[in-house]
């Protein structure tokens, strides 16, 4: 199996050049990117391998988050449907997630109490997000993320 960092330096270059490859295609064309996926049996089992990767990513690596934040962000949604969409994934990802590492022990009551605390903080943040997402247009919103 490869080490830990191996993975991330790999998604790392993947996200990077999808990226880039995605932005070129929403800036300069003025268009949302296009799968070419003209079955809705395909398009079915392309959103189920982008969630599939994107939960062995974060289990491994705990980067599944960049997998969907690209293909959510090339899809052409509106920055607040796009958060929306981005939080709610997250958030059943972070739940499973929470769940395994209770069972197996790996988190403590100490980093769960930890993690309460830090709950204001967080909301804060997001808080602040929002206010700042107001602020940009759609393409301005695209770019940033």
């Given at each position: 199996m490869a080490p830990p960092n191996t993975v991330r330096i790999i998604i790392g270059i993947i996200a990077i050049l999808y990226a880039v490859r995605a932005l070129y295609i929403r800036i300069r064309k003025k268009q949302v990117i296009n799968f070419n996926i003209k079955s809705k049996s395909n398009l079915i089992?392309?959103?189920?391998?982008?969630?599939?990767?994107?939960?062995?990513?974060?289990a491994v690596a705990n980067s599944g988050g960049i997998i969907i934040t690209i293909y959510l962000a090339t899809i052409g949604l509106t920055k607040e449907t796009f958060v929306a969409t981005l939080t709610s994934l997250l958030l059943i990802g972070d739940i499973s997630k929470f769940v395994f590492y209770i069972h197996f022990h790996i988190l403590t009551k100490n980093l769960i109490l930890i993690g309460f605390l830090l709950i204001p903080i967080a909301l804060?943040?997001?808080?602040?997000?929002?206010?700042?997402?107001?602020?940009?247009?759609?393409?301005?919103?695209?770019?940033?993320?």
């Open positions: 089992l392309w959103k189920f391998l982008i969630g599939f990767f994107a939960g062995i990513s974060s804060s943040g997001s808080l602040i997000g929002r206010q700042l997402m107001n602020k940009l247009s759609d393409k301005q919103y695209t770019i940033y993320i």
